[in-house]
C-alpha cells in the first residue's frame, strides 16, 4: 500500500473546481496526501501535459467541452475523477461518456478521497496496459497477415507449396538478419512493382 501512496504523492494533480467549501475541502485532502496541486476554474481550454490526475467538477458543464479539454494536452489522457453534487441521468451519463476512472460525491468527505485516488489509479493503468496489448496484438495479426501474403506470391510466382513458401521468407530473414515480417513486406512491395510494371 506505501508503494501506491508514494506513487500517489509523485503525481501532478488538477482540482477543475470553482472555489467554494467543497474545493477547499478536497484541496485540503490532496495537500495532506503530498501530491503537487493547482486549483482551476472556470475549466480551462487545454490541459497541460504535466497533469497526471485531475478533479473535475462535472456538475453542468457540457459533456463534449468536458471531453475535448480531457483529450487537449496531445499526452496521454491523465486519470479522471469526476465530482458531482448530486446523482441524475444526465449527469450519470456524463461521467461514462468523459471515461471518469472514480467518482467523488460532494459534500467532500476526508476518507473517500484517497481510495478513491488509489482506485481510479489501479483502473486508468489498466486501462493503459491493455491499450498498449491490443496495439500489439492488432500489428502481430497484421504481420501475419502480410506473412500469408507473401507466401501466396511466392506460390503463385514458383509453383510451390506453403510450407516451401514460408521456408522462403524463414531463410532470407535468417540470412539477412531481420525478421520475417519485414522480408514479407519487401516480397509485397517487389511484387506491387512488378504489377504496376504489367500495367504500363
Not at 161 to 171: C, H, L, N, S, W
Request: proline letters at 4%; a neutral charge.
Amino acid at each position: 500500500m506505501s508503494d501506491f501512496i508514494q506513487e500517489l504523492r509523485d503525481l501532478h494533480t488538477l482540482v477543475v473546481h470553482q472555489r467554494d467549501r467543497s474545493a477547499d475541502d478536497l484541496l485540503q485532502q490532496v495537500n495532506r496526501i503530498g501530491c503537487n496541486f493547482e486549483n482551476a476554474w472556470p475549466l480551462p481550454e487545454v490541459l497541460q501535459k504535466k497533469f497526471d490526475l485531475v478533479f473535475i467538477d462535472v456538475t453542468d458543464q457540457p459533456t463534449s467541452r468536458i471531453k475535448s479539454f480531457l483529450n487537449s494536452s496531445g499526452h496521454e489522457p491523465p486519470t479522471v475523477i469526476a465530482v458531482i453534487g448530486y446523482e441524475n441521468p444526465s449527469t450519470l451519463e456524463s461521467i461514462f461518456e468523459i471515461g471518469a476512472h472514480a467518482l467523488l460525491t460532494k459534500p467532500m468527505r476526508a476518507s473517500g478521497v484517497l481510495s478513491s485516488m488509489l482506485m481510479a489509479r489501479r483502473y486508468w493503468a489498466e486501462q493503459i496496459r491493455f491499450k498498449k496489448d491490443l496495439s500489439k496484438l492488432r500489428d502481430r495479426l497484421g504481420n501475419m497477415q502480410k506473412v500469408n501474403d507473401a507466401k501466396f506470391i511466392l506460390m503463385r510466382h514458383h509453383g510451390i507449396d506453403e510450407q516451401g513458401a514460408y521456408a522462403v521468407i524463414r531463410k532470407q530473414a535468417m540470412a539477412k538478419r531481420t525478421t520475417t515480417f519485414e522480408i514479407a513486406q519487401s516480397i509485397i512491395n517487389a511484387d506491387g512493382i512488378l504489377r504496376n510494371l504489367g500495367d504500363d
